[in-house]
């Protein structure tokens, strides 16, 4: 049960903070008691092993003037069994933070830094991590009384110059809960042209999953980057807080958030991550590019379209099978094949005796469909049905089905339109 659920959800904030933190074990760190007040956005950055870290905070610091007091906080983290290099290496750069932020002024932009060398060996990682920030950022918003705004970055990241206006000004929208901001890596900045390339041809993978997700009708689909996910501390607390996983943290957050709250993606701002290889963490963006460059892939493989078209037509029969049985749906047999190994039929049982109307049947369903359940469902069609091709077919094959028959020379051609798209069918903030 989701605490949504819970007859606790019409008190204020600070019951239902004080709730979380009597059901969840307390993860953050108490901060020393000069904090500015009033605070109303608190950015949390996870930091092991960075080596460009000021950089990241310098890009904040020439960010337009926050309207309101907004902290910084960095956690530069290792586990305890960690190799002491590593761990010098983030005493090093804990103290180059420091000194850093000691010499900057800012109005309304304060940093904090921690040192934590010691987390636990079973659980160290950007998940941990980010539950320590983000709980240390709801104990300041409960000390402050205010159900402020909880906004994640990386510690290789940068940004346009009107990042932080922009989370402010989406967020005057009370009901905005959870939001992602659109993002670029900076490939024309990158030197190597392997990773430039590989790069290009991920993100475009990131962003043709997306959207051809949103083409299906799939309901609140949004990125599942952890460097742009922005929530309402209230909702933070009320959905459980971040899980500690070691890599996709941010995709089972943001599954987590969609499922009950209104949520938007921020495409006049955007992040501008780095277009690193990474032995951090099992998978992701950085493992992708480092496999890219030790495999030497010729070019990335990503969803043949076929995939999305089989999803499609699953969906648009969500609302027959209100008053129908799954045995007399129009499908494929490998659709059918996926849904019935998720036991399709004794859900959606179970799903329409809690629905006493259509509207309800179908967003119960959602919840349980959810978008583990829907990737689930692409890799079962991939791995049964229509395997992998390259990625810049597939993202033609995608935009062709649109009649966006354009011509291209390379794949960040592609890339830019895919970008394009996304700020255009997204431009209210």
Known sequence: ????????????????????????????VSLENNLPRDIKTIFVIPCFKEPEILKTLDSLIKCETPNHNT??????NASENAPQEIKDFNKKTF???????????????????????????????????RKTLMDSALKIFETQNHDGVIVNTDADCLFTLNYIN???????????????????????????????????EYELHLRYYKQALEWTNYPNVLETIGSCMVCRASTYALEGGMNKRKAAEDFYFINKLAKNHVSTTITKAAVLPSCRTSDRVPFGTGKAMN???????????????????ALKKFVSQIEWLYNNDFKNIELDNTSKAFLNKIDIEQ??????????NLNRFINRFFYWFDHLKALQFIHFMTENKFSKIDIDKAALQFLYYKNENILFENTFEILEKFRKNEKESNSRY
Do not use: W
Request: net charge neutral; hydrophobic share 40%; glycine share 4%.
């Open 166 to 200: 922009s989370i402010e000004n989406t967020f005057l929208n009370e009901k905005i809960k959870l939001a992602v901001m659109h993002y670029e890596h900076r490939i024309e900045q990158e030197k190597n042209e392997s990773i430039a390339k590989g790069i290009t």
């Open 95 to 129: 103290d180059d933070i420091q000194l850093f932020i000691s010499k900057k002024e800012c109005k309304n932009l304060y940093f904090r830094a921690i040192l934590k060398n010691n987390l636990p060996a079973k659980h160290a990682g950007v998940g941990y991590a």
């Open 1 to 28: 049960m989701n605490i949504l659920s819970l007859p606790f959800m019409a008190k204020n904030f600070k019951d239902i903070v004080k709730h979380y933190f009597k059901r969840y074990p307390d993860f953050g």
């Open 71 to 76: 902290l910084v906080l960095i956690l530069v």
């Open 347 to 356: 859900n959606l049982i179970n799903i329409k005796k809690q629905s006493n």
């Open 291 to 309: 496999d890219y460059i030790e495999t030497e892939t010729e070019v990335f493989q990503s969803y043949d379209f076929e995939c999305f078209q």
